[in-house]
């Protein structure tokens, strides 16, 4: 039975109890000593723990230990950077006899991924012009399986079951919106370019059904789901026939979304839909980011110092 969620404990606290290994190394400390270095999660959050001076004996031990495995832990509850971080005294697996719910480890987007995934399709299946709707449908068809339970990222943002459709269905509903606004927008590459932009994500990273991340792909580390996107739009595009402007708009849009070249992008957007597609999705995170955020925090305070922004404390009002 879980007794303590992550969003709520409290320093100095000492506590007994199960999450989920999000990451997992053996570390070399300045005193030269090896130590065991974690990210721990459950559904309400995540945080860092530390298991200092590990002997030789437990050096053996710690093979077994591997990403989505639940441990047991016996922990101080530290501060380190604004942020919880427990100190680990004891640690083991959890087993059968714990009688664990799955609820309680594994966060999952706040909608059902078969009702989410279903939602994409219907939009997808609406854009008018026929290249953008084949290849968004084709996308969205040939993906199925994986879009079910595949997180957006593995850590920061939607790193969560099913976290990119959730991501993919709001940037869409928001999509919609700017193109009432900003009427220059076409609205059908817009909302294909929103259905592309991170597919290739389900290649980028290798997650289990639980949406958790154990490593990036081979591919995923030497190219990246910009490049891996650009490469899948090209042959996609080639197979159901699209023209030179379009498939080459479509490929801009997946290298661009990011922005800048330190974030990967070696383009800037150089038309209006691939910059809306940019602040499209740096809104979705920004607003992910922020929610989860208010989530561990009481009305009237803060929440912890948040690094993936720029390591804001966020406030939650009291009404
Ligand atoms: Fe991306
Ligand atoms: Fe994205």
Redesign the pocket.
Known sequence: MKEHYINQLKTGEEIIDFFLIKEIAVKTGSNKKQYLDLRLADCSGELFAKKWDISDEEMKGLSKYHVGDIIKVKALVNEWNNAHQLKISKIRHSGPEDSLDNNDYYKAAPEDPNEMYAFILARAEKIVDKDFNAVSVKLLRDNMDKLLYYPAASRNHHAEYAGLLWHMKRMLMMADRYCEVYTILDSDLLACGVII??IE?LREMNADENGVVSEYSFEGILLG??VQGAAAMRGIAAELGLSEEKTIMLEHMVIS??YEPEFGSPRRPMFPEAEALHYL?MVDTKMFIMEDALAGAAPGGFSDRIRTIDGRQIYKRTW
Do not use: A, G
């Open positions: 932009h991170d994500k789901h910009l979304h990011h999705d």
